[in-house]
C-alpha cells in the first residue's frame, strides 16, 4: 500500500533560520507530489506541486521542493522562515496508476514553530 | 479567489445520532472528496464522487458513511450512527480537471465533528 512518511512531526525554529523539512514515500510508479500548509484556523493550501520536468519545484512564499526519485523523497525547504510560517505543514502524494480519481495520501504533518 | 464552503464549522453531536456535513465546492469543478484528520493524526482519504456516483472509497468509509449532491451545488457527508471515534475535523475538497490532480485540490476551511 501507498504510504508517505514526514520525519518531522514539531520543529521549531527562530526567524531567519533555515528550513528543510522531510517527506519520503513509497510507491514504485508514476506519483506527483504536493506540500500543503494550513494554517491555524484555516483550510488546507496548496504550497507547490510535482508532476514532471524540473525536480526543483518553486511554490508560494518562497518555498521550494526537491523530487529526489532514487530517495522516494520530496523535501520542503524554506533558506530564511519567517514567524508567519508558523503552520502546519502535510506532504501528499497521488499515485496515478493505482488510482485514477486523484486522491491523496497525506503524511502526518509537520508542526512549525517560529520564533520571533 | 473560489472557495470551497463547508457549514457547520463546528459541530457536536451524540452518540448514535445521524450528521450531515455540508460542502459546496467550486461551481465548475467535477470531482469531489471527503477527507478527515483526527486529532494528531493524518489526514485521510474517505471518499471521491465523480459523475454523481462514487468514484473510490476507503475501507473506512463503511455502511454508516453515505455522501450525496443532492441539488448539483451541495455535497454532503452523512454518518448515520455516529460513535466516539468519528471526532475528526472533516475536509471537503474539490478540483476540475479529470485523471491526475494537475490544477491541485481546493480544500474547504473543515468541519470539526465532536462525538459526546
Known amino acids: 500500500a501507498q504510504s508517505v512518511s514526514q520525519h518531522n512531526h514539531h520543529v521549531i525554529l527562530s526567524e531567519a533560520a533555515s528550513l528543510e523539512l522531510g517527506c519520503n514515500y513509497s510507491?514504485?510508479?508514476?506519483?506527483?507530489l504536493f506540500w500543503y500548509v494550513q494554517y491555524p484556523g484555516q483550510h488546507l493550501q496548496l504550497l507547490l506541486k510535482?508532476?514532471?520536468?524540473?525536480?526543483l519545484v518553486k511554490g508560494i512564499k518562497g518555498f521550494e521542493a526537491e523530487f529526489i526519485k532514487s530517495k522516494f523523497s520530496f523535501n520542503l525547504r524554506k533558506p530564511s522562515v519567517q514567524w508567519s510560517d508558523t503552520a502546519e505543514y502535510f506532504c501528499?502524494?497521488?499515485?496515478?496508476?493505482?488510482?485514477?480519481?486523484?486522491?491523496?495520501?497525506f503524511g502526518q504533518g509537520t508542526t512549525l514553530q517560529v520564533k520571533p | 479567489e473560489p472557495e470551497v464552503t463547508q457549514t457547520p464549522s463546528h459541530q457536536v453531536t451524540q452518540m448514535g445520532q445521524e450528521v450531515i456535513l455540508r460542502c459546496v465546492p467550486i461551481?465548475?469543478?467535477?470531482?469531489f472528496y471527503w477527507y478527515r484528520q483526527i486529532l494528531g493524526q493524518k489526514v485521510e482519504f474517505l471518499v471521491s464522487?465523480?459523475?454523481?456516483?462514487?468514484?473510490?472509497k476507503s475501507e473506512i468509509f463503511d455502511d454508516q458513511f453515505s455522501v450525496e449532491r443532492p441539488d448539483g451545488s451541495n455535497f454532503t457527508l452523512k454518518i448515520r450512527s455516529t460513535k466516539l471515534e468519528d471526532s475528526a475535523m472533516y475536509f471537503c475538497?474539490?478540483?476540475?480537471?479529470?485523471?491526475?490532480?494537475?490544477?491541485?485540490?481546493?480544500f474547504g476551511s473543515g468541519t470539526r465533528l465532536t462525538v459526546v
Open positions: 475538497a474539490s478540483r476540475s480537471s479529470r485523471g491526475p490532480p494537475i490544477s491541485g485540490y481546493t
Open positions: 510507491y514504485g510508479g508514476t506519483v506527483n
Open positions: 510535482y508532476f514532471s520536468g524540473d525536480p
Open positions: 501528499a502524494v497521488n499515485a496515478s496508476r493505482s488510482s485514477n480519481t486523484g486522491k491523496l495520501i
Open positions: 461551481s465548475n469543478h467535477l470531482y
Open positions: 464522487f465523480y459523475n454523481n456516483e462514487i468514484s473510490e
